[in-house]
């Protein structure tokens, strides 16, 4: 309680009680001590004092004690009411006997003196007692006792108490007004310091200064605090230039930060908008589309997937591919070999594929690796469902083959052309016809095998192959080495979807050994049906 007391004191407050603290200290101290030496000197006197008056009287009571006169010694004893702070007194024989005594008349009838006194000198509570023997030459004749009270040493005592009182109030009093005085010296400085600072802190202005103080410490003091302040209104400039520049930098960042917010809200929005469209394209794609986890397990399937191998969504993610979809053909080695390639370069192949009903799927697969953003693979297979194409493909290679079979035992010369004239397709009769083979005839134009001549009807042979629907008639053919042979031509126009131009197709019969060809022959004067090899030919590729 009280050290909080203190605590709570001002300065000044401080220096007083510190200064009237130590002072008391040191005068009681000092009081206390010369109290207790000027009563150890006083008590020392006082017993010097009674040891010779006890001296005095045995030395003049050998006498009395030697020839027992008792009145001699009651008279002897009688001196001593010049020392009143003597008691009692009384003579002893050597037996004990008592033999004369003396009471101060205060204390006649009030005090009882003892049978034989104690040797030496004794202090008790209110008394000093002294007993000593009297001797006549180193014979003992009788003792002396001598009683005496302490009320001088008592009324001592008292007034010095009184006066070191006195002393120490008038002591304390003097260092009070001394130490308040003096202290301004200490406080004064310190308070116009802490004036300033409480400004400073007050008004945020640190251009204020401490004036100068007067004190070595005190100047030091000032100096240092002036320094300190000069410091802080440095920093104070500089944090000032700081928060300014910092602000300018988090106002630049919070609109890089509003930017990079709505950038990211767009990239989101495109990102969702993305999203939906991937979901919907994958959900509502005719392609079987599925995504393969880096264990090779199922983790999306979509409708067209589920309708193409018949597992549903539920039953197909979390499942290895090759336990739903390789053929037992496939070994374990192949499969993992084909796991760890998918995850490194992209398949494309067109294979077959088991379904949950056991039957094998003839599908194209498209298969991508996809590196995400944790490092993990993944794969984006596509299947397309083929076997109608593969059925297709199986009937055209068979009716090709059945073609090119009766084509191979007709008769007559067939051929197929392209838009551009080029021989796509010729049999074994259309080479005997013109004299090329297979091979030769190729890429050359099937106009290449019909004479130039007549040009009329050549040039309306082109014009009902190209631009018509087709043509027929009948043709001189080109034979190198062997005269030139009427021949039937029936050519047809092949058309693709929405009319266009595809190529052609035609067929020709030769009629040269029939009468009837003999005389066309002789209608075209020479230039065809001769007797001489035929040695025209078409030198470049034609162009419709």
């Not at 004036?195 to 070595?216: C, D, F, H, M, Q």
């Not at 910092?246 to 990239?267: D, H, P, Q, S, W």
Request: proline share 4%.
């Amino acid at each position: 309680m009280a050290i909080s007391i203190i605590r709570e004191l001002s300065l000044r407050q401080r220096l007083l009680l510190l200064t009237m603290v130590t002072s008391g200290i040191g005068v009681v101290l000092g009081c206390i001590g010369f109290l207790a030496y000027d009563m150890h000197v006083a008590r020392q006197q006082k017993v010097e004092e009674l040891r010779s008056t006890a001296d005095l009287l045995a030395v003049n009571s050998t006498a009395a004690l030697e020839f027992d006169d008792a009145l001699a010694g009651a008279k002897l004893l009688e001196a001593l009411r010049t020392r009143p702070q003597i008691r009692a007194g009384a003579f002893y024989l050597p037996d004990g006997t008592y033999f004369a005594s003396y009471v101060r008349a205060d204390l006649q009838g009030k005090l009882l003196l003892p049978e034989r006194g104690p040797q030496g000198m004794l202090w008790t509570k209110d008394r000093l007692t002294f007993t000593s023997p009297v001797l006549l030459g180193p014979r003992v004749i009788g003792s002396l006792y001598l009683e005496a009270d302490l009320a001088d040493l008592q009324e001592r005592l008292q007034r010095f108490e009184q006066l070191t009182v006195i002393l120490a109030m008038g002591s304390l009093l003097f260092v009070y007004f001394l130490t308040a005085a003096l202290q301004r010296g200490i406080t004064r400085p310190i308070q116009v310091l802490a004036a300033v600072a409480r400004s400073i802190a007050n008004e945020k202005t640190y251009t204020l200064r401490a004036p100068p103080l007067e004190g070595r410490e005190l100047r030091q003091l000032s100096a240092d605090f002036n320094n300190k302040l000069e410091q802080i209104e440095r920093r104070d400039v500089a944090l000032n230039e700081a928060r300014d520049v910092l602000e300018l930098r988090v106002t630049a960042r919070i609109g890089e930060l509003e930017r990079e917010v709505k950038e990211r809200r767009r990239a989101e929005l495109e990102l969702q908008q993305r999203t939906n469209f991937l979901n919907t394209l994958i959900t509502n794609s005719p392609l079987a589309i599925a995504v393969g986890g880096p264990d090779g397990r199922f983790e999306l399937v979509n409708p067209a997937f589920e309708k193409l191998f018949g597992y549903l969504s539920g039953e197909a993610i979390g499942q290895r591919i090759d336990d739903l979809l390789y053929p037992a053909s496939f070994s374990k080695d192949e499969i993992d070999d084909r796991l760890r390639r998918l995850k490194q370069e992209s398949i494309h192949e067109i294979a077959k594929r088991r379904g949950k009903d056991g039957r094998l799927v003839d599908v194209e697969i498209n298969a991508v690796p996809v590196l995400m953003e944790n490092g993990e693979h993944r794969v984006l297979a596509v299947y397309q469902d083929i076997g109608q194409r593969v059925a297709a493909e199986s009937a055209l290679r068979e009716s090709e083959q059945l073609f090119r079979t009766l084509s191979a035992a007709a008769p007559i010369g067939i051929f197929h052309a392209d838009a551009q004239g080029q021989y796509l397709y010729v049999n074994e009769r259309w080479t005997e016809m013109t004299g090329q083979s297979a091979n030769d005839a190729l890429g050359l134009g099937w106009l290449e095998g019909i004479h130039p001549e007549p040009r009329t009807a050549r040039k309306g042979l082109e014009n009902g192959c190209f631009f018509g629907n087709g043509t027929e008639g009948r043709v001189p053919l080109c034979h190198s080495g062997r005269p030139c042979e009427l021949g039937d031509l029936a050519v047809a126009r092949i058309a693709k979807p929405r009319w266009s131009f595809a190529g052609v197709c035609g067929r020709c019969r030769g009629c040269h050994g029939t009468p009837r060809g003999r005389a066309a022959a002789a209608r075209s004067k020479g230039s065809c049906g001769s007797s001489e090899p035929c040695q025209k030919r078409i030198s470049g590729k034609h162009e419709p």
